[in-house]
Every structure is written in structure tokens, then in C-alpha cells.
């Protein structure tokens, strides 16, 4: 069974920076797509990031395209999420995921397509 665990979260003023990191443990990470989402109060958990088995694909939402970078590092069986010039908007629940139906060149960008996730950390951005 596959296992994630999410870390790094916490509260950072505007501008500021955070680095997410998720654990991934029970198969083999290099052979799952990964993904971030996060889910604000009151709203719909929404696609930030993803990224392809290997690492040499990612994709961004446009909210945060040019702020965000997504990596993996498969021999340590982790994925990051490296977060710039933080805006309070960014404030959510951050959640990593796991797919292990994607093929190694697929990003999936919708939730459903994710079989595993993590239990969510914390990024408050103040004003």
C-alpha cells in the first residue's frame, strides 16, 4: 500500500518562499506520476503541479507558473514542490498524490486520476 506524507508547510509572509516535500513509501516511486493539489477553505481541491516518472516533464497551474518548481528525486523516494514569491491566495491545504495507472510520459492534471494521497500540510502566507 502505498504511503505519502507531506512536509514543510507552515506560515511565511507574502513574498516569502517554502518547500513542500513528499515522502513516498510501499512501491516502487518511479514508476508513479506524482502530483500537488491543495484545497483552500471553501473551495475546491484544485490541480497545482504535477510531474512524470522520470522528472523531465512537469506541468504547472497558471496561478502558479513562474513561482512554483516542482522535482523528484527517485532514489530518495521523494517529491518536492519549491514555492517563490508567495501570495496570500496561495494560502491552502497543500496535498501530494500518487498515480500509478499513468504511463511514464503522462502528467494527470485531474484529481480523480490520482489513487493515493498524502494528509495535507499547512502554507499560510500573510500580508
Known amino acids: 500500500q502505498v504511503q505519502l506524507v507531506e512536509s514543510g508547510g507552515g506560515l511565511v509572509q507574502a513574498g516569502g518562499s517554502l518547500r513542500l516535500s513528499c515522502g513516498f513509501s510501499?512501491?516502487?516511486?518511479?514508476?508513479?506520476?506524482m502530483g500537488w493539489f491543495r484545497q483552500a477553505p471553501g473551495k475546491e481541491r484544485e490541480f497545482v503541479s504535477g510531474i512524470n516518472w522520470s522528472g523531465g516533464r512537469s506541468y504547472y497551474a497558471n496561478s502558479v507558473k513562474g513561482r512554483f518548481t516542482i522535482s523528484r528525486d527517485n532514489a530518495k523516494n521523494t517529491m518536492y514542490l519549491q514555492m517563490i514569491s508567495l501570495k496570500p491566495e496561495d494560502t491552502a491545504v497543500y496535498y501530494c498524490?500518487?498515480?500509478?495507472?499513468?504511463?511514464?510520459?503522462?502528467?494527470?492534471?485531474?484529481?480523480?486520476?490520482?489513487?493515493?494521497w498524502g494528509q495535507g500540510t499547512q502554507v499560510t502566507v500573510s500580508s
Open positions: 510501499g512501491r516502487t516511486f518511479s514508476r508513479f506520476a
Open positions: 498524490a500518487a498515480d500509478g495507472e499513468a504511463g511514464p510520459f503522462v502528467i494527470p492534471t485531474i484529481r480523480s486520476e490520482y489513487e493515493y
